[in-house]
């Protein structure tokens, strides 16, 4: 959903309200003091000036209520409101107030749809979330019940051929298979959502494990792949992995990290020679379960790894626009602030 914003205006802040009440609470008996001094009243009967005096102190303990109603009671009220408006009627219920009267409160209803607007992002991407997961279960163990069904009826009478029965366990392990990495990437993606601790990594520590892990591709860095990035080596591992599977699935045979640095982030951009990434994809590929591959074992969550453990370290990633083949993704992660 749009992020909303709340108008920007000058406030005056709480502390000088208070103070400005209570400045005045405190001026209202010295000014009639003086008054009554000035004046010389009468202590037999109130004159038509102590009258005025008191309606003067009367009119003055209304506005100061009213300034602190409108200022302050006001639109803490309304908030407290539009919470309960929320937790009625979910996202249309989110907009910001008529009035917020001083800069805490303005800062603190900014502070609540920020916070309200993530609720309801993260309920609708968990509903969605477990939808698909639903769904991409459900295909592979339909497919492993059916196949066992077939083997255990095979019967004397009309047995089933070697090949055949080759074919079905064939197709069991195939479903497993798709089962088993559906699962390590479920792990992942839980692995991302929940940041761990903090460490440190760099391009030049990852490229030997995934040369191993990839002996396909040909991988190599460039520029300041030994620059400490603020991702644990472990979350650096699955996020290029991911990259150089999807690389590979892809028909890549090159696989290139160029690293480059400023004074607070590593730039990464990670380009490939295989197939690319159609137009019609570009805006689709880190949604979870979106999969060009499906037939040939792709799950569609790599590159939603990739992104939700970037942005979970402070990290971001987007594609870029290329001519040719391949694809190029740049990669920007804060520095790793540990020394040594």
């Known amino acids: 959903?749009?992020?909303?914003?709340?108008?920007?205006?000058?406030?005056?802040?709480?502390?000088?309200?208070?103070y400005a009440v209570l400045l005045t609470v405190m001026a209202l008996p010295v000014l009639i003091v003086i008054w009554f001094r000035a004046t010389e009243a009468s202590v037999n009967r109130m004159e038509p000036v102590?009258?005025?005096?008191?309606?003067?102190?009367?009119?003055?303990?209304?506005?100061?209520?009213?300034?602190?109603?409108?200022?302050?009671t006001g639109p803490i009220d309304a908030l407290i409101a539009r919470t309960e408006e929320i937790a009625r009627g979910g996202k249309a219920a989110i907009r910001p107030l008529e009035s917020y009267g001083t800069r805490e409160i303005a800062v603190l209803s900014q502070s609540f749809l920020d916070l309200a607007?993530?609720?309801?992002?993260?309920?609708?991407?968990?509903?969605?979330?477990?939808?698909?997961?639903?769904?991409?279960?459900?295909?592979?163990?339909?497919?492993?019940r059916g196949a066992a069904e077939l083997l255990r009826d095979d019967d004397a009478e009309r047995p089933m051929t070697k090949a055949q029965r080759l074919h079905?366990?064939?197709?069991?392990?195939?479903?497993?298979?798709?089962?088993?990495?559906?699962?390590?990437?479920?792990?992942?993606?839980?692995?991302?959502?929940?940041?761990?601790?903090?460490?440190?990594?760099?391009?030049?520590s990852i490229i030997g494990p995934l040369r191993q892990r990839f002996p396909a591709l040909d991988i190599s860095g460039t520029g300041d792949t030994e620059t400490p990035i603020a991702l644990p080596q472990e979350a650096a591992v699955i996020v290029f992995a991911n990259l150089a599977d999807n690389a590979f699935r892809h028909g890549?045979?090159?696989?290139?990290?160029?690293?480059?640095?400023?004074?607070?982030?590593?730039?990464?951009?990670?380009?490939?020679?295989?197939?690319?990434?159609?137009?019609?994809?570009?805006?689709?590929?880190f949604q979870p379960f979106f999969s060009t591959r499906r037939e040939e074992g792709g799950t569609g969550m790599g590159l939603g790894i990739v992104h939700a453990m970037l942005g979970s370290h402070g990290g971001t990633i987007h594609l870029r626009q290329t001519t040719g083949a391949g694809a190029e993704f740049e990669i920007a992660i804060p520095l790793s602030s540990q020394r040594g």
Do not use: C
């Open 252 to 285: 890549a045979k090159l696989l290139e990290f160029m690293v480059s640095a400023d004074a607070r982030s590593a730039f990464i951009l990670v380009r490939d020679d295989g197939s690319g990434i159609s137009q019609a994809n570009r805006d689709r590929i």
């Open 1 to 18: 959903m749009p992020a909303l914003k709340v108008r920007a205006k000058w406030r005056p802040p709480l502390a000088l309200i208070v």
């Open 117 to 144: 607007g993530k609720l309801v992002d993260r309920t609708e991407y968990v509903r969605s979330f477990a939808a698909h997961v639903s769904h991409e279960l459900k295909s592979p163990l339909t497919a492993i």
């Open 168 to 204: 079905f366990l064939d197709n069991i392990v195939a479903d497993a298979v798709r089962l088993d990495a559906l699962l390590q990437r479920l792990r992942e993606l839980a692995q991302a959502e929940t940041p761990m601790a903090e460490g440190r990594s760099s391009v030049a």
């Open 50 to 72: 102590e009258i005025i005096a008191l309606v003067v102190v009367l009119i003055l303990t209304l506005g100061v209520a009213y300034v602190l109603t409108r200022t302050i």
